[in-house]
Structures are given as C-alpha cells and as structure tokens.
C-alpha cells in the first residue's frame, strides 16, 4: 500500500480516516483475522478505548467462527444431498416417533415416498410394505443393526440393514440384489438341467 507524506495510506485519507486500530480475532489461542477500526478524527486510542475495542474483537471472533461452522454445516448437507440423490441404494430415517425424516430418490422409485411430502409423516402413512414398516419399527437396542431381505413393490429384491440411532431413531439402507438372486436361479436352473441331461443317458446304460 503506497503512503502519504503523512505515513498514511492515501486511500484511508480520500475516505476521511484519520486514525486507525487493528486488532487480531482471537478464538481459543488461536488468531482467525483481524479487526480494523478507523476514525475520521485524529485521535490517540487510550487503554479505556482498547478495552472496549479487544472486547468488540472477541465477540466478532465468535460471530466469525460460528458463520464459518454455519458454512461448513450447509456444504456438509449439500455433500450428503448429492451422495444420497446419486447412489441407488434405498436410504429412509425415521426419529424416535416413527416420523419419516429423510428419504432419497431411491426410496421414491421403490416405495413411492415423495420426499418434500413424506418429511414429518408417521411411516404407516406413507408406506404400505408391512415387511419394511415391520423392520423399521421392531424393537431394536441403541447402537444394535438387523439385515433381512426385502421384496420391493416394483418386483425387486432388497438387502436391508437397519441401524438404531442414538435418538431413538432408525435409518435404512436397502441394496438391490435383484441381479444376485437372477445369477442364483440362472446357476440353479443350470446344475438341474445339467443333473438332468446326464441322468438319462446313465440309466440307460
């Protein structure tokens, strides 16, 4: 920054600062900024002055680090939003009431949630499958999962998991193992045919 004769930058002088303070934001021994204040008077800052000023740079220390944590929550959900409308795998929260929570796109093409509508809707209501309302709402101890298999509304065969959170709520995640069960019966289908084709030709000899 260039200077006047006066040692003060020219850009505060055209507007109208006189004299100027920085003091440093300081969060838990740690420095995260620093505060100006200018004044458009020529003064000499007294020590009633910079206690008044260290105390205006501890709250904005606070209110800028809380803004910075209200950043890094939203970004956070933002990260968990696209994680959960990108991935196939079904994924429904319910809280400790049995109100549905969150649901992705996946539990929409599965189960016919819509998600805006379903949020704060009891389970009952918004799903019919007894099989997934049953392994969402059977007694489960904090911090315990169960698995089980589901067949989905649409035809398909899910791998549930179903974890309790420490609310009292529960969260599903559901992987479709449609192909899985396809390759099994192609293999069953195949060791049959296979058992059956060899059986003849055997006997009659």
């Known amino acids: 920054i260039t200077r006047s004769r ?36 020529a003064r000499r800052v007294g020590e009633t002055d910079l206690r008044f000023l260290y105390t205006l740079a501890g709250q904005a ?10 950043e890094d929550v939203v970004a956070e959900r933002a990260r968990l939003s696209a994680i959960l ?22 539990a929409t093409r599965a189960y016919g949630l819509i998600q805006d509508e379903a949020i704060g ?4 209501q918004v799903v019919s499958d007894i099989a997934l ?11 315990s999962a169960v698995t089980d298999e589901l067949q989905a509304p649409d035809g398909r065969t899910f791998s549930a998991s179903v974890s309790s959170l ?6 599903a ?16 289908d195949f060791v049959n ?7 003849s030709p055997l006997t009659y000899m």
């Open 6 to 41: 006066s040692g003060a930058p020219p850009e505060l002088l055209r507007a109208g600062i006189r004299a100027i303070v920085g003091l440093p934001l300081r969060l838990q021994e740690r420095a995260t900024g620093v505060l100006w204040v200018g004044y458009q008077q």
């Open 61 to 70: 220390a606070v209110v800028a680090a809380n803004a910075q944590l209200f």
């Open 85 to 106: 409308n990108s991935t196939n795998d079904v994924v429904i929260v319910v809280d400790s009431a049995g109100r549905v929570s969150l649901s992705n796109p996946a």
């Open 121 to 124: 809707v009891p389970l009952l």
């Open 133 to 143: 309302c049953d392994l969402l709402t059977r007694p489960m101890d904090v911090g």
């Open 166 to 171: 420490p609310d009292g709520g529960r969260v």
């Open 173 to 188: 995640t559901l992987r479709d193992i449609t192909y899985l069960k396809e390759l099994d019966q192609m293999k069953s």
């Open 193 to 199: 045919t296979v058992s059956h084709d060899l059986r």
